[in-house]
Nanobody
C-alpha cells in the first residue's frame, strides 16, 4: 500500500521537473493521492492532491498556477509537474495516499512514501 516515488534530483531555477508516484494495494473505491514537501528545518507542507478518478485537484498556495498534478488512465500513477521552479528551494517531496478526498493536511493521509529530494539551484 505504501506509495513509491520516483524522479526528482537537481534542477535549475525556471526549469520544469516531473516526479511520479506509484500507488497500489488500495481496496477502497474512493481515495486521494497527495504530494507534500519538507525543506530542512521546516514542517511538511502540502503541495497538491488529486482524487481517485482524477477529476478533483487541490493545490497549496505556494505552487498554485505553477505545478500540475495528474494521474494516468489506470489510476495507479500520479504525476507532479513542477514548472517555473524557484531558486534555492531544496525539499524532499513525499507522495501520500488517503482513504478520503479533500485534505491538505498531513494528518489526512494514511500511507506515505519514502520521499525524493528535489534541489533547485540559482
Amino acid at each position: 500500500v505504501q506509495p513509491v516515488e520516483s524522479g526528482g534530483g537537481l534542477a535549475q531555477a525556471g526549469d520544469s521537473l516531473k516526479i511520479s508516484c506509484v500507488v497500489s494495494g488500495l481496496t477502497r473505491d474512493e481515495y486521494a493521492v497527495g504530494w507534500f514537501r519538507q525543506a530542512p528545518g521546516k514542517e511538511r507542507e502540502f503541495v497538491a492532491a488529486i482524487s481517485w478518478n482524477g477529476v478533483q485537484s487541490l493545490y497549496g498556495d505556494a505552487v498554485k498556477g505553477r505545478f500540475a498534478i495528474s494521474t494516468d488512465d489506470a489510476k495507479n500513477n500520479v504525476f507532479l509537474r513542477m514548472n517555473r521552479l524557484r531558486p534555492g528551494v531544496t525539499a524532499v517531496y513525499f507522495c501520500a495516499s488517503a482513504i478520503n478526498w479533500g485534505s491538505g493536511y498531513v494528518a489526512g493521509y494514511q500511507y506515505w512514501g519514502q520521499g525524493n529530494q528535489v534541489t533547485v539551484s540559482a
